[in-house]
Nanobody, 125 residues
Framework: QVQLVESGGGLVQPGGSLRLSCVASGRTFENYAMGWFRQTPGKEREFVAAIDAGSWSGYHTYYAESVKGRFTIARENAKSTVFLQMNSLKPEDTAVYYC???????????????WGPGALVNVSS
């Protein structure tokens, strides 16, 4: 059974940084794309970032416009872990962040077939 577990969320001041981690188990991590989404109450879950399974030339990464230049997605296959480094955080980044695993690094929910339970990020002074 595939399981994803996020960690690293918490309270941070505006302008600060956090790094989220997501550890996967239950299938060969390196064969799958990974994504990060976020959701606030009353809103749809929105795409944040994604990384493909990679090739001999490296990985391709994708970002929402709202986080481009501030967030970085990376993966460490040896540890079956995907990371989301979040810098220059803003109050509007406050949300529950979810990692997801799927065949392709899409921007839509349907691209992913397994999801973690989420980690709360609260950006507030």
């Amino acid at each position: 059974q595939v399981q994803l577990v996020e960690s690293g969320g918490g309270l941070v001041q505006p302008g600060g940084s956090l790094r989220l981690s997501c550890v996967a188990s239950g299938r060969t991590f390196e064969n799958y794309a990974m994504g990060w989404f976020r959701q606030t109450p009353g809103k749809e879950r929105e795409f944040v970032a994604a990384i493909d399974a990679g090739s001999w030339s490296g990985y391709h990464t994708y970002y929402a416009e709202s986080v481009k230049g501030r967030f970085t997605i990376a993966r460490e296959n040896a540890k079956s872990t995907v990371f989301l480094q979040m810098n220059s955080l803003k109050p509007e980044d406050t949300a529950v962040y979810y990692c997801a695993s799927g065949d392709l690094p899409g921007r839509e929910h349907a691209s992913y077939d397994f999801w973690g339970p989420g980690a709360l990020v609260n950006v507030s002074s």
